[in-house]
């Protein structure tokens, strides 16, 4: 898969290698710093690599979004857009894929875990649930400090 994201520019989306681990890891840094994604070390995005979309700029990495599957419940998980890119829809885009992908597999619902303040998932479909309602294995790995919201959208 490597599909064209735009007629006006180079950026292009496809899955995630192992090879790709490190800019991952890169990429989601500054958002680990402001306290918008959980810590990941590059081992972890190796192992999960085929669980990531990524857009590229011409062969740099400038977003990404992971998925975990508990059956029919999926949860989007470490979805960033560097900074110069937010605003253009990028993101919008890999929800979509993720959304596609998981209609595609019958999957019943697409969790994220974010901050209170954070009305781009609700402005993409998502309401605010109980966190009971999520998969319990993930939930049960949440983070209590970091006092995320838990979203889920219908597929
Ligand atoms: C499950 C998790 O991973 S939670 C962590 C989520 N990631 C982060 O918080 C990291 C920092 N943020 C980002 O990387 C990005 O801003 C993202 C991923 C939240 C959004 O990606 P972007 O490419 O910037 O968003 P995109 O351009 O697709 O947004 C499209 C729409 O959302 C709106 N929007 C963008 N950001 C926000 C926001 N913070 N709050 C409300 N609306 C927003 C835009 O105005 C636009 O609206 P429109 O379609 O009506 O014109």
């Known amino acids: 898969m490597n599909t064209s994201v735009s007629q ?67 949860v989007l998980d470490n979805l960033c ?16 894929r993720t959304l596609q992908e998981a209609a595609r597999s019958s999957a019943r619902a697409l969790y994220a875990a974010s901050s209170p303040t954070n009305a781009w998932f609700l402005g993409h479909g998502f309401a605010e649930v109980e966190p009971a309602a999520g998969p319990r294995r993930w939930v049960s790995q949440l983070d209590p400090t970091r006092n995320s919201v838990v979203y889920r959208r219908w597929i």
Do not use: K, Y
């Open 8 to 74: 006006t520019s180079l950026l292009s989306l496809r899955r995630a290698r192992r090879a790709d681990a490190e800019a991952l890891h890169d990429l989601s840094a500054p958002f680990v710093a402001l306290g918008r994604l959980r810590h990941r070390d590059v081992g972890e995005f190796a192992r999960r690599h085929a669980d990531f979309l990524v857009v590229e700029d011409d062969s740099r990495i400038v977003a990404c979004a992971g998925v975990q599957r508990f059956g029919g419940d999926w």
């Open 81 to 96: 857009v560097h900074s110069s890119f937010q605003g253009r829809r990028t993101g919008s885009l890999l929800l979509d």
